[in-house]
Nanobody
Framework: QVQLVESGGGVVQAGGSLRLSCTAS????????VAWFRQAPGKEREGVSC???????YYTDSVKGRFTISRNDDKNTLYLQMNNMNAEDTAMYYC???????????????????WGEGTLVTISS
């Protein structure tokens, strides 16, 4: 049974930093494209960042230069380092994983097979 468990969410002041973690079990983590998504209140879910099995990384424009995605395949863990955070980063953050298969770089957020339950990030002013 595949499980993705997020952690690291919380309340942080504007301009501050957080690091999210996602620990996977029940799958061969190194063979997956893994990603972070978020959903703010009243908004649709959006892809934040992705890293594939080769280490290729992708970011949505609003987080480029502020967020860094990384993975540790030995620990089956995905990370998201978030710096210089602002109110628009307030959301539930979800980890997701897609089996290793061909994909177009412009569609890095598509085709996820497994999802975590999320961790809440709140930015206070």
């Amino acid at each position: 049974q595949v499980q993705l468990v997020e952690s690291g969410g919380g309340v942080v002041q504007a301009g501050g930093s957080l690091r999210l973690s996602c620990t996977a079990s029940g799958l061969t983590f190194a063979n997956y494209r893994v990603a972070w998504f978020r959903q703010a209140p009243g908004k649709e879910r959006e892809g934040v960042s992705c890293i594939d099995w080769r280490g290729n990384t992708y970011y949505t424009d609003s987080v480029k230069g502020r967020f860094t995605i990384s993975r540790n395949d030995d620990k089956n863990t995905l990370y998201l380092q978030m710096n210089n955070m602002n109110a628009e980063d307030t959301a539930m953050y979800y980890c997701a994983a897609a089996r290793r298969r061909s994909y177009a770089s412009g569609f890095w957020m598509d085709g996820m097979d497994y999802w975590g339950e999320g961790t809440l990030v709140t930015i206070s002013s």
